[in-house]
């Protein structure tokens, strides 16, 4: 690990040095390889494939690891879209002349040797490399030991593209032992390793929160939340309401609790419960919401604690404003946390007082996304204050320095 | 201390609420206590630095423990300036329409709970607690124990500011004891700070590297270089490198190392010697330097990894910008790097590749420095590469969450 923490360091001083149009070329070249070199990857996962059934690994996770001719594809115009990308290094902002006579600005660089670590999902492999790329860094990729065939074939594509591109081969390198020990040493050599971008689930984000002696990119849990206002567009809350819900429920800018003012509650909550329950989600609400929804069962405290990834979902009646940021700042996650309203004051309020990576106003939690955000891409999404906060794309991946521009200068 | 944490949490809520008038009314009203109760402060500095010449502190020591009437004006003054600045707080930019309806842009918000650690200067009291507040934060503040009765009073000061402009006296809060494991507990308990800011000696940040669970605000080591290119105005290069040395010895962003072209070493080398030798400032050359400043001793590898802080320079002559850069990859501390070069191209490879927090061109290293880049005023300089990096101003003390902007807007 050492050895490719040196490698990495040496090929980000490259990358920070190269220009976009040599970064595109490399992502392009990779897409290329990618999609030539298709049949060797099936092969290496159908290797994979098959440890893993004799492993007796369940259906979700074969299906995560598989890779077909859709999923190829998928990475290599992923790496495509990544190529369309402004590039955001080396622009300068802010440039202004002092008093003294110097001018200042900040410039946007790379962060430098950028540590994923992800599960047995293999497009990562492309996806995560082509995002720190095209910012200028270097990377070293631990996916799950059961993807390590798949991951060393996609990775070796991706090779292959910079080396076309003239840019150093080892800006990306694949760990290529299923060792455990290797995480725990990728998350402390903090001399090689700028950041950690972990893509998982929330026992390897946990672990990782224990051990890493490195900044990271992450979040822990979405426990998300629709507030309905006493002064909201009931149709519009029981239609986001359900969005929130019920659009996905695995991901994690799912709403989990649902908070509803009590002046509006009589008229809202029993359309939504309808729907929930049509649509076999179950409820899980305090006395108010049960009155108004035969059929929802008991919240208890613990449930709105929840992040449930499932069809359940926890409502509570709140008195109003006061009582939902209270309950959010209590039992959430700082994720994502919208409110249903039409009044302008409160909605700002909302804005303004709940500290949460995205707060939105007449909007499903469903958006919180890089993609959606306009971002491009999303290498995952922080729900920490510091660096970036929310969806990170391509800017979370750099950082800004000074630069002084004098003219002989001194300080007086 | 959970207390403490407990209650700054609290007040960092209110405080985010807070207006900018209100804040500022705050920070007026704290100038005034200051300049009000005076003698106060005076009385119990003297206690403090009768203890401190009993327990045989030196002259350094007490000279930074001492209150005066003109450091107690500066206090004062400070406040005021702080109220001048703009409040960051609340700005919303790059708000713009996404193709779904939504309109998706950034709210500056403040960090939330800010604990700052600092030595025996009883200023640090009201020079940080004015900025935290200012940028809407509460802070918890852990000063020397030698300045104890000092920073009471003058925090009692900052909070009867508080008081009296309708704010959460306990957005400021010094902690009380002496008991050093006050600060092993204010770093490492991370559900109520949100940020630490050491100010001090290089001892002070060391221990807190080895022990903080909480990310910090903070630089190690100010290794600085000046790099002479061969394509540079002498006389130019001769100004800025006694500048950058000799204007102040112990600051942090004073040139601690001069590189020289060899192209133009003849050329600027004896009239740089013969200014430092006037000055007294000790020369450690290698072979290069020594042929061309008599009297320069040999500097040792280990001379060009260290911060002076003191009238002595490291000196060595290169083949040109690679060799610096690497010089400087190598040896440097990530602080403030600067070239003297009439030459764009090497000017701009310069900026982009020296990965340091702040980068110059023909300017005096002394120049990194919050009040110099116009950032008001400076809380800290910080070499990390996440959050803030270089000179920490208010903004450094807030961050940035998604906001979303709906009409009824569902994801498909």
Same mark, same amino acid.
């Given at each position: ?8 360091? $040496?090929?980000?001083? @490259? ?84 008093? #003294? ?33 095209? $910012? ?73 929160? +224990? ?36 659009? +996905? ?21 029993? #359309? ?30 613990? @449930? ?28 959430? #996650? +700082? ?13 700002? +309020?909302?804005?303004?007082?709940? @500290? ?57």
């Amino acid at each position: 690990m050492q050895g490719l923490g040196e490698a990495a360091r $040496a090929a980000a001083r @490259d990358m920070a040095r190269a220009g976009s149009e040599a970064k595109n070329r490399a992502l392009r070249a990779m897409a290329a390889q990618i999609r030539t070199r298709a049949e060797e990857l099936l092969e290496a996962n159908r290797a994979d494939l098959a440890q893993a059934k004799k492993d007796g690994r369940d259906g979700a996770f074969v299906d995560r690891l598989v890779l077909d001719a859709e999923r190829i594809e998928q990475m290599a115009a992923g790496l495509e879209d990544v190529a369309a990308l402004e590039d955001p290094v080396g622009t300068i902002t802010g440039l202004a002349r002092r008093p #003294s006579g110097i001018e200042v600005g900040r410039m946007r660089v790379p962060l430098g040797v950028i540590g994923i670590i992800y599960e047995s999902r293999p497009n990562v492999t492309a996806d995560a490399a082509g995002l720190c790329l095209k $910012a200028g860094n270097a990377c070293i990729l631990r996916g799950g030991s059961e993807a390590l065939r798949s991951n060393q074939a996609i990775s070796a594509c991706v090779r292959a593209g910079l080396k076309a591109a003239g840019l150093p081969e080892n800006a990306v390198q694949a760990v290529a032992t299923a060792d455990r020990a290797a995480v725990g040493e990728l998350i402390t050599m903090h001399q090689y390793v700028d950041i950690i971008v972990p893509r998982g689930g929330k026992e390897l984000i946990e672990r990782l929160m +224990r051990e890493a002696k490195i900044p990271m990119i992450k979040h822990l849990d979405g426990v998300c939340h629709l507030y309905v206002d006493d002064r909201a567009d009931a149709a519009m809350a029981v239609r986001l309401a359900d969005n929130a819900k019920t659009q +996905r429920y695995g991901t994690c800018n799912t709403m989990e609790t649902l908070l509803v003012a009590e002046g509006i509650a009589a008229q809202v909550l029993p #359309s939504i419960g309808r729907i929930f329950l049509d649509k076999a989600v179950e409820i899980r609400g305090d006395d108010a919401t049960r009155k108004l929804i035969s059929g929802a069962k008991t919240a208890t405290e613990k @449930d709105y604690y929840t992040e449930w990834l499932a069809p359940i979902v926890s409502i509570r009646v709140v008195k109003g404003l006061d009582e939902a940021i209270a309950h959010i700042a209590r039992y959430g #996650s +700082r994720h994502t946390d919208a409110i249903v309203t039409t009044d302008q004051a409160r909605a700002e +309020r909302f804005l303004r007082e709940v @500290d949460s990576s995205s707060v939105m106003v007449n909007a499903s939690t469903r958006f919180a996304d890089g993609y959606e955000y306009g971002l491009g891409a999303e290498i995952g999404i922080s729900t920490d204050k510091l660096h970036a906060r929310g969806p990170v794309g391509l800017e979370g991946l750099t950082t800004q320095k000074f630069v002084v521009l004098g003219h002989g200068e001194i300080r007086s």
